[in-house]
């Protein structure tokens, strides 16, 4: 047997689903999040998000964690067990499922088999994520990709970005 057939990838460190959102959003914003350099609280997307958050759907249950990652909602439905997200707007539509499917996955390590469900209440549109093949190579890369990037001495360079105007850090990377 060669060394190759022997050899065990490396175990990544755990990455939260949050973690994730920013990879898909901006690895720069992804850098400084990773580091707790916290964005402007005061930010009024950032209120707005909690509020709906707290808000929304709320009769279903609270937040569920899991090591860093926080589901928004996690309900049963027809002997399903379905990992809800519930997000503002669906701009940043390909975060928010690569994040959910991140949530499947982490249940799915668990011997837990649930689907997604993705919800933007503002826009009473819903869409079901399922976890697949496809997905999980994906999510691998992914997840390697994010620690070399938070392995970084420094974050990577401002780049403008549709997110931008939304984002928390907008002062600190464009005044
Ligand atoms: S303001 Fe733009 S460049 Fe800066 S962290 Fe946010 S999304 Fe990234």
């Known amino acids: ?104 996955m982490e249940l799915e390590e668990r011997g837990i088999s649930a689907q997604g469900e993705l919800r933007f209440p503002e826009e009473r549109r819903k869409e079901i994520v399922i976890l697949d093949d496809a997905w999980r190579e994906r999510l691998r890369n992914i997840k390697e990709e994010i620690v070399q990037i938070t392995a970084e001495p420094k974050p990577p360079p401002a780049k403008r970005v549709s997110w931008c105007s939304r984002c928390g850090y907008v002062e600190f990377c464009w005044s």
Not at 53 to 76: C, F
């Open 1 to 104: 047997m060669s060394e190759e057939d022997t050899m065990i990838p490396t175990p990544l460190p755990h990455i939260g689903g949050t973690l994730i959102w920013y990879y898909m959003i901006c690895h720069r914003e992804l850098w400084l999040m990773a580091h707790a350099l916290n964005p402007d609280e005061d930010d009024p997307n950032i209120e707005y998000g909690r509020f709906l958050h707290e808000r929304a759907y709320a009769r279903e249950g609270n937040e569920v964690e899991l090591e860093n990652s926080k589901m928004d909602r996690v309900i049963e439905r027809d002997g399903h067990i379905i990992v809800v997200e519930i997000k503002k707007s669906s701009s940043a539509i390909d975060s928010a499922r690569t994040q959910l499917v991140h949530y499947l």
